[in-house]
């Protein structure tokens, strides 16, 4: 990309690998006007829909669903010239060369905030984003797990470990600390991920 003094300027490397961007469509449910609102991304903070077990297509259904603006949430629409109340969908424009998913698995309630230990079941290949994707951008986005960090304990008091795909052999390794162990592929799926590199 060129630089307004006309020098080129180098993007990151995390930005090569792991920038996407999403297209925001906030329709004003009074005039029906729709606003296209891009938002570039390096990390996808994905929603857990059930307390017990769900799937990471459930986490990302979740996420990608039209949500309705409401109340103190409404938008200024510059057709109507007032706030609106106002439908919200998000629609993946540019696949990131890694994704990287957060599990939220913190919430609120009252005054303390809870871990979510809900288990959720993440494909080891063949992870597909075609449904949440723009038809013209993200053909063929299909992503394999390439690491998970887990977390366990609570959110002031806990231990995070990885597990990470070795790129040649396929093998799968777990780092914990300084103690490094090569693991099966059954070991990689646990109630304790809490990013997931695809």
Known sequence: ??????????????????EGKLSYD??????????????S????SLPIPSKSMCSLQDCLKCF???????????????????KQDAA?????????????????RFEWQGKHERKLSTDICYPLSNLDLSPYSS????????YSLCAVVNHSGFLD???????????VTKNWYSFDD?????????SVQTNTAYLLFY
């Not at 990309?1 to 792991?18: W, Y």
């Not at 906030?26 to 938002?39: G, N, S």
């Open 1 to 18: 990309a060129k630089a307004s003094g006309g020098s080129v300027s180098e993007t990151s490397i995390i930005t090569q690998l792991f």
């Open 26 to 39: 906030i329709t004003c449910l009074e005039c029906k006007t729709t606003t296209y609102r891009p938002e």
């Open 41 to 44: 991304f390096t990390v996808l």
């Open 64 to 82: 990608f669903q039209q949500d309705t603006l409401t109340c103190n949430n409404q938008i200024h629409c510059s057709c109507c010239g007032t």
């Open 88 to 104: 919200v969908k998000a629609t993946l424009i540019k696949a990131p060369q890694i994704i990287i998913f957060h599990l939220k």
């Open 135 to 142: 038809p013209l951008c993200c053909k063929g986005a299909e």
């Open 157 to 167: 008091d806990g231990h995070y470990t990885a597990f990470c795909k070795h790129s």
């Open 178 to 186: 300084a103690e490094i162990t090569e693991i099966p592929n059954s």
